[in-house]
């Protein structure tokens, strides 16, 4: 299994769960608590546990998953072409898009960048997780601040007091949205401009579109949504011989 020895990688990842889990509880605690919403406080908390669910899921496989480390003593990395720059740090050839991150200690194919909120490298491998963990944060952020700006939503009397612990849960709320839909559009940024994927020979939407399939998993399919589910891809080394 894949993990990364980092003290402050495993803060921010722990920090990361704590803050999900304090604004799930405390939603939960509105919903179903003194003051319950009845039908529709109960239909709002199993959609924030769902939510949640999928959130923390996402994270974890994001953490636990190699994001696509070059194998040490192969000599040259998978998918290297004659020419390419040897790594200083491992020795290795890189292909294209794959660089050295000093906190995993290793060469990343593909990589975008090291996270420390998931305390691992965000690269080819592991970037479904992430895209999966982005959306089901700024999804259950946005339910939050939804019912804390409707209370009619939650099955509440308009008007009626605003729940204790309100504040924290809509300063949780808003950082959680504008942090995970800020990364998640620079994640589908990044699909539509990488030049190293699939799509390296498409231009514009069709290039973008090739990437996140190749992200996410051929062929595509509701399995795209699911934390649980691994990218279906070709081998490593066969990967951009199929269109
Ligand atoms: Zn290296
Ligand atoms: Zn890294």
Redesign the pocket.
């Known amino acids: 299994m894949w993990f990364v020895w980092d003290p402050v990688g495993l803060a921010c990842a722990a920090a990361t769960w704590l803050l999900l889990l304090s604004g799930w509880a405390a939603l939960l605690s509105e919903l179903l608590g003194p003051a319950r919403g009845g039908a529709e406080g109960a239909a709002h908390g199993a959609l924030s546990t769902a939510l949640a669910g999928l959130a923390l899921a996402a994270h974890g496989r994001t953490m636990l998953t190699d994001p696509g480390a070059?194998p040490l003593g192969a000599g040259s990395g998978l998918g290297a072409e004659p020419g390419d720059p040897r790594?200083s740090?491992?020795g290795?050839a890189?292909p294209a898009g794959a660089h050295?991150c000093s906190v995993c200690g290793?060469?990343i194919r593909r990589v975008d960048h090291h996270c420390p909120w998931v305390n691992n490298c965000v690269g080819e491998d592991n970037r479904k997780f992430f895209l999966l963990f982005t959306l089901y944060t700024a999804l259950a952020a946005l339910h939050a601040l939804l019912l804390l700006g409707a209370p009619a939503l939650r099955g509440h009397a308009p008007g009626s007091p605003a729940p204790r612990g309100a504040l924290l849960l809509l300063l949780v709320a808003l950082y959680g949205f504008l942090f995970a839909s800020v990364m998640l559009a620079l994640q589908l940024c990044t699909l539509c401009t990488d030049r190293t994927g699939r799509g390296r020979g498409e231009r514009g939407w069709r290039a973008a579109w090739m990437n996140l399939a190749d992200a996410m998993g051929r062929p595509p399919s509701l399995a795209w949504l699911s934390p649980c589910a691994s990218p279906r891809r070709p081998r490593a080394g066969a990967r951009y011989a199929e269109v």
Do not use: I
């Open positions: 070059l790594c740090a491992c290795l890189r050295h290793r060469c």
